[in-house]
């Protein structure tokens, strides 16, 4: 995990907007991040997490503000997205593969159709990057007969195998069983290692205290607080921080009836959970390319 700052950042966001209907969602986010940087967002649900991922690669389609992705300003309607897109890997909640291909074709499909890439040529950056994954026997499977874990691995070898220079990862852990959790953190340390360019929505405090070059805290639709791991999860400067940390790291010790008020206010007024994923308007290449990337 080399960051170089002074670095043109891959990723730079100026007060990004975003609402649904009335619901302000995202309320005038800055953030950036630089080539070989792990980035982690942590918060509550409906803090606008996830949205804020997907407004990077116009699956959601920001209401103001500037995206630049390696120098591309997405946010621009002139922009070639899905030019912009074969740059970035992603990785969602639900695994979203093909169900009637086997695990080689989901690897492969995307390279053939987007990239042009040969047959064999695909097969063998396909097999390279299930390697990595540690799923190279399975390469004839459907995705029926895999854990869940295992799903969420070809998923990942996937994206890989489109050589993207920025990883988005949206809770990826999310939807799985907790015994099979460790296996996919295990290769996104492994990504992180290697000095994959990555920006991560997670629950997963340790891998984001332990991996993560940057921690942001959001709540409300506000990054409440941002900064090296071993500050914000460890020694947090925000009450907000403060009181979601002790929540999801100690959750026996909360008295029944001690939500903070601000976090039942927001739900109140903000209850947009972060993983609907509906087809929603104002939204931007949503079908078959987003998919295929």
């Given amino acids: ?51 804020f991922l997907r407004c990077l690669n116009l699956l959601e389609e920001p209401t103001s503000g500037s995206i630049k992705v390696g120098g591309d300003e997405v946010t621009d309607p002139d922009c070639d997205i899905d030019a912009i897109r074969r740059n970035m890997g992603m990785v969602f909640q639900q695994f979203n593969l093909f ?22 040529e695909a097969a063998s950056k396909a097999r390279e990057n299930l390697e990595k994954v540690g799923l190279s026997e399975k390469e004839d499977a459907f995705p029926a007969q895999l854990s869940g874990g295992q799903q969420q691995r070809v998923a990942i070898a996937r994206a890989l195998s489109m050589d993207p220079k920025l990883m988005l990862f949206d809770e990826p852990t999310s939807a799985l069983d907790p015994e099979l959790v460790g296996d996919v953190l295990s290769v996104m340390r492994r990504l992180a290692s290697e000095g994959m360019t990555m920006f991560v929505v997670t629950h997963e405090m340790a891998f984001a205290r332990d991996v993560a070059d940057r921690v942001i805290f959001m709540d409300g639709g506000v990054i409440v607080e941002e900064g090296a791991p071993e500050q914000v999860i460890g020694e947090p400067t925000e009450e907000r921080t403060r009181v979601f940390l002790q929540r999801v790291l100690d ?31 104002g939204t931007r290449g949503r079908s078959a390319g987003a998919r295929l990337g």
């Fill in 1 to 51: 995990m080399s960051v170089i700052a002074s670095a043109a950042p891959v990723v730079a966001v100026v007060d990004l907007h975003k609402s649904f209907g009335s619901n302000h969602v995202l309320k005038g986010l800055d953030a950036t991040i630089h080539q070989g940087e792990v980035v982690c967002v942590i918060g509550p649900s409906g803090s606008g997490k996830s949205t």
């Fill in 99 to 120: 169900p009637h291909l086997s695990v080689l074709d989901n690897c492969t499909i995307a390279q053939t159709t987007v990239l042009k890439r040969s047959r064999d």
């Fill in 251 to 281: 959750p026996t010790h909360v008295e029944a009836g001690s939500e903070d008020a601000a976090y039942a206010k927001r739900h109140v007024t903000e209850g947009v959970a972060d993983d609907v994923d509906g087809n929603r308007p």
